[in-house]
């Protein structure tokens, strides 16, 4: 499978833990987005990369998240101090700029914070 | 802020119908639209996309009509199939770059036999 691949695709976790996500892109993507998706409702822009630098951050990342892509390949997606309202998809999506354009998401990882 | 809007939350079509799903945005500078489809428990897959110096682009079975004049944004689905059963969005790109892409609440679309 050659698609963007997410880990882990669950994860419950207590109210106060740390908890990181990890996505691999397409292999030959060098822009990589991290989105949000709450039910019913439609994917969030977190942040996006561009190879290894993060040009991007939306308001809605807070200094309790912070996502990272230090060799321009796979990304992971931390958060801090993790509060109920954090519960929710997170998308990872990928994309060749110039190039196609559009944005290849991966199965997401769902997170629900007890 | 400025967002992708969608009609109608609900679309049921018999076995065979096509299939209309509308999408209106409010940013005039939007030059760049897609239409994903998600089933559930899954990510958004990619269906068609559209740029604004366009009016109409085909796919297999689908077509995406725009209409920059009113705004307005659909998606076509020609012989809809029970696989087609799904929820919809369209997602639009503002600014240059084509950097991040800005979603709608989404269609679901339930295709009956």
């Known amino acids: 499978d050659t698609g963007v691949s997410q880990n882990p695709r669950h994860k419950i976790t207590k109210r106060g833990q740390n908890v990181t996500f990890r996505c691999d892109p397409i292999s030959e993507h060098n822009r990589l987005y991290w989105y949000r998706q709450t039910l019913g409702q439609g994917p969030e822009f977190l942040t996006y990369f561009q190879n290894e630098a993060q040009l991007e951050k939306s308001r809605l990342l807070s200094d309790r998240f912070s996502a990272e892509r230090p060799k321009g390949s796979f990304s992971t997606l931390e958060i801090q101090r993790t509060e109920q309202g954090d519960s929710a998809m997170y998308l990872c999506a990928s994309s060749q700029n110039p190039g196609g354009y559009e944005q290849y998401f991966g199965p997401g990882t769902r997170l629900t914070v007890t | 802020g400025e967002s992708v809007g969608l009609h109608l939350p609900t679309l049921s079509v018999q076995e065979g119908d096509n299939s209309i799903i509308n999408c209106a945005y409010s940013?005039?500078?939007?030059?760049?639209f897609i239409w994903y489809k998600q089933e559930s428990g899954k990510g958004p897959q990619f269906i068609i996309d559209i740029r604004s110096n366009m009016d109409k682009r085909q796919g297999q079975r689908v077509t995406v009509l725009l209409n920059k004049t009113v705004k307005h944004l659909s998606l076509q689905i020609a012989a809809t199939q029970p696989g087609d059963s799904a929820v919809y969005f369209c997602?639009?790109?503002?600014?240059?770059?084509?950097?991040?892409?800005?979603f709608g609440a989404g269609t679901r679309l339930a295709v009956h036999p």
């Open positions: 940013n005039s500078a939007s030059d760049y």
């Open positions: 997602a639009e790109n503002i600014g240059r770059g084509y950097n991040k892409l800005i």
